[in-house]
């Protein structure tokens, strides 16, 4: 019985028989595929007895083309950044960048001063105005506003029937916006003041200060305050009869620099502290009740200035007369 035992023949230990007879997936469980993989493992050779089955379709993802998404199973090494970023060996896309963006360019030069030969644009303006055309005065009045606002040069003096024309033209709506303008802009050469007073700009300036308004007024205003520093102007405004009252109803109406203009032509007024000035000047109480309203307003600093000054000389003119 022992020796029997001993001569039996070893069984040979067989290897388990796959539970599929699929070569791919035979192959599949042999292999290991891992992103660290720096080799691909070897394929079946195509003599295999169990054919192969057909590739899957392509995987299309953002950054990898058909051929390089078909290619994943023998490029093991490259299994998971080939779909986020493009291969070390593919052509980057070609990006266009911008230029360089130029050195800030040199600010262009400022445009030469408009040089006006005053002369000739006088000599124009007074043909004009002889043809007693409506809309050539009022063409005329806008080509002097645009040549002498933006330059009032102490030039060539101005004509006096220019002058008359241009303040006649304050008591027309259509040009007294331009007329007051380029009043204005004369009245800063003392030359053309002269002129101005001689023509009775002093006059038509008062009396067409009822129908004006706004930045119209104010600078009609002013140009009749520089027409008082004339000697012949102040004793002109002194004379008017309205010009007192006219200050006072401006004063009421007008903020800031108007009531500064108006408050200045009442000081010319009353400046010499005699109320023999003229035949219509109003009594001093009412001028200074006028003045301390104006004050309690927005009023300009030299137009508060101004108007202290003339509340002294108000109340010496009412000393004045009840010592009398």
């Known amino acids: 019985m022992k020796q029997s035992s001993s001569h039996h023949p070893t069984k040979l230990k067989t290897t388990p028989r796959p539970l599929f007879s699929c ?4 192959h ?23 054919p192969l089955p057909p590739p899957h ?16 199973s023998s490029n093991t090494s490259q299994s998971f950044t080939q779909w986020r970023f493009p291969l070390p060996t593919s052509p980057l896309p070609h990006i266009q960048t911008d230029p360089k963006p130029e050195s800030a360019a040199a600010p262009p030069p400022p ?12 000599h124009v303006a007074e043909l004009q105005f002889s043809t007693a055309s409506d809309a050539d005065r009022v063409k005329t009045i806008h080509l002097l506003e645009r040549s002498l606002v933006p330059n009032p040069a102490d030039g060539a003096e101005c004509p006096a029937t220019v002058m008359r024309e241009v303040v006649g033209c304050l008591k027309d709506r259509v040009s007294a916006k331009p007329a007051s ?8 050469a003392e030359r053309n003041r002269r002129v101005a007073v001689e023509v009775g700009a002093v006059g038509m300036v008062v009396e067409a200060l009822s129908d004006l308004e706004g930045p119209v007024a104010e600078r009609a205003l002013a140009a009749l305050e520089l027409l008082c520093t004339v000697e012949e102007g102040a004793a002109e405004v002194r004379s008017h009869a309205l010009a007192v009252l006219m200050m006072v109803e401006v004063m009421g109406r007008m903020e800031g620099r ?10 010319v007024i009353y400046g010499s502290g005699s109320p023999d000035h003229g035949a219509a000047i109003a009594p001093p109480e009412e001028v200074a009740r006028a003045v301390m309203l104006a004050l309690q307003g927005n009023c300009s600093s030299r137009g508060r200035r101004k108007g202290t000054q003339l509340l002294k000389t ?8 009840q010592h009398a």
């Open 57 to 72: 379709p392509p995987l299309h993802h953002s950054n990898t083309s058909p051929a390089d998404s078909s290619s994943s």
């Open 111 to 122: 445009p030469p001063l408009l040089t006006v030969n005053l002369e000739e644009l006088f």
């Open 181 to 188: 303008k380029v009043l204005l802009a004369l009245c800063l």
């Open 23 to 26: 070569a791919f997936f035979r």
């Open 258 to 267: 108007g009531k500064e203009y108006a408050i200045s032509v009442l000081s």
């Open 314 to 321: 108000c109340k010496n003119m009412m000393a004045t007369t």
């Open 28 to 50: 599949c469980t042999q292999t290991v595929l891992s992103p660290t993989t720096t080799t691909p493992p070897p394929l079946p050779s195509s003599s295999s007895s169990d």
